[in-house]
């Protein structure tokens, strides 16, 4: 569910359905380079993680190296499990501080903008609503860069 406008005192229709099936969206964006890398998959744990890395990895300009932020999620904290790809690292932030996180603010945008208020028939509706919600983010040039960039990680750090 999400916010909606509506007129004060009344009450807004969305459909609303009580069955429950899942599909997990695995995304990681790069503000400066206005791009992304995303999965869809059926579960959320060590072993989907570790597919999602090789997709960043896969996804990472040659010659760079992707920093990739981690809340506290059961599936980021494996005990060792997790197989961190040559050209990425993992940079776990703070309890309780999702606003460091530049990926929150896609998953918001996703969801007001293209996955709220809505019944899927289906398990497949569900993968091809969550497919056809990230392509249409990373196919509009500059909205990646103008939700996920943070001045402060931007800025040269110097030693």
């Given at each position: 569910?999400?916010?909606?406008?509506?007129?004060?005192?009344?009450?807004?229709?969305?459909?609303?359905?009580?069955?429950y099936?899942?599909?997990?969206?695995?995304?990681?964006?790069?503000?400066?380079?206005?791009?992304?890398?995303?999965?869809?998959l059926?579960?959320?744990?060590?072993?989907?993680?570790?597919?999602?890395?090789?997709?960043?990895?896969?996804?990472?300009?040659?010659?760079?190296h992707?920093?990739?932020?981690?809340?506290?999620?059961?599936?980021?904290?494996?005990?060792g499990?997790?197989?961190?790809?040559?050209?990425?690292?993992?940079?776990?932030?703070?309890?309780?501080?999702?606003?460091?996180n530049?990926?929150?603010?896609i998953?918001?945008?996703?969801?007001?903008?293209?996955?709220s208020?809505?019944v899927?028939?289906?398990?497949?509706?569900?993968?091809?609503?969550?497919?056809?919600?990230?392509?249409?983010?990373?196919?509009?040039?500059?909205?990646?860069?103008?939700?996920?960039?943070?001045?402060?990680a931007?800025?040269?750090?110097?030693?």
């Amino acid at each position: 569910m999400t916010r909606v406008w509506a007129e004060r005192g009344s009450r807004p229709r969305a459909p609303r359905d009580q069955r429950y099936d899942w599909a997990y969206l695995f995304g990681a964006v790069c503000p400066a380079h206005d791009k992304g890398a995303a999965l869809v998959l059926p579960s959320a744990d060590g072993e989907t993680m570790n597919l999602h890395l090789n997709e960043i990895s896969r996804n990472v300009t040659p010659g760079s190296h992707a920093v990739v932020t981690l809340d506290g999620a059961g599936w980021h904290q494996t005990g060792g499990k997790l197989k961190v790809p040559h050209n990425v690292s993992l940079l776990k932030l703070p309890a309780y501080s999702p606003e460091l996180n530049p990926v929150e603010n896609i998953w918001q945008y996703l969801r007001q903008n293209q996955l709220s208020n809505r019944v899927f028939d289906n398990h497949d509706a569900i993968v091809d609503a969550c497919c056809d919600a990230w392509n249409a983010l990373t196919a509009q040039p500059g909205r990646i860069q103008s939700i996920a960039t943070r001045p402060w990680a931007s800025a040269p750090v110097t030693l």
